[in-house]
């Protein structure tokens, strides 16, 4: 129903990724995956910073310069695969909403990245990136939801009111 409304192909598996389009975000990762993933759509919502894309014209990729917050939900929902390689990370949201909306994640095994659990994590780099994408579109569609339910799940339960201001005042007092 929702790629319906933002007219994205129904049978195509559909890679997000949302943020600054620049190499500390990895956009030389997502290049190479675009590049050597043509079954694939991948959509990539945020400004372009990295020259790479400038021009760039690419049947299976769809860049959007920004959308409304309604509107990125729909993205968040009508994908199969949210997918974050960036390379430095204080805390990291995307992925969090991604996940909020019981769309499993993909993100770079960095410090910042590492403990979100429920997330797939790969190296910073294109090889490592493939192969979970990979064994990610070979998992079963059960499994998959399954993924997506248990990160919504963890992502509620750790990113609570009560939970966060507990860390904050930890954090505060020691």
């Known amino acids: 129903k929702i790629r319906r409304k ?21 956009s030389d990762i997502l290049l190479d995956l675009i590049k050597k993933n043509p079954d694939k ?13 400038q021009n760039l014209k690419s049947p299976n990729l769809l860049l959007i310069p920004s959308v409304d917050s309604k509107e990125l939900v729909d993205y968040y929902n009508s994908a199969d695969l949210f997918i974050f390689p960036s390379r430095i990370e204080a805390y990291g949201l995307v992925h969090r909403e991604a996940m909020l909306c019981e ?21 910073t780099n294109y090889r490592s990136m493939q192969k979970e994408i990979d064994k990610f579109f070979s998992m079963s569609e059960k499994k998959r939801k399954g993924l997506g339910e248990r990160s919504r799940a963890y992502v509620i339960s750790e990113n609570s009111y009560n939970k966060l201001k507990n860390k904050k005042r930890d954090l505060l007092l020691n």
């Open 6 to 26: 933002l007219k994205l192909p129904l049978k195509k598996e559909i890679i997000l990724s949302v943020g600054r389009i620049f190499y500390l975000k990895g």
């Open 41 to 53: 759509l991948f959509i990539l919502i945020g400004d372009v910073i990295d020259k790479h894309y």
């Open 103 to 123: 769309t499993p994640a993909l993100v770079s095994d960095i410090p910042a990245l590492r403990l979100t659990e429920y997330a797939l994590k790969a190296k």
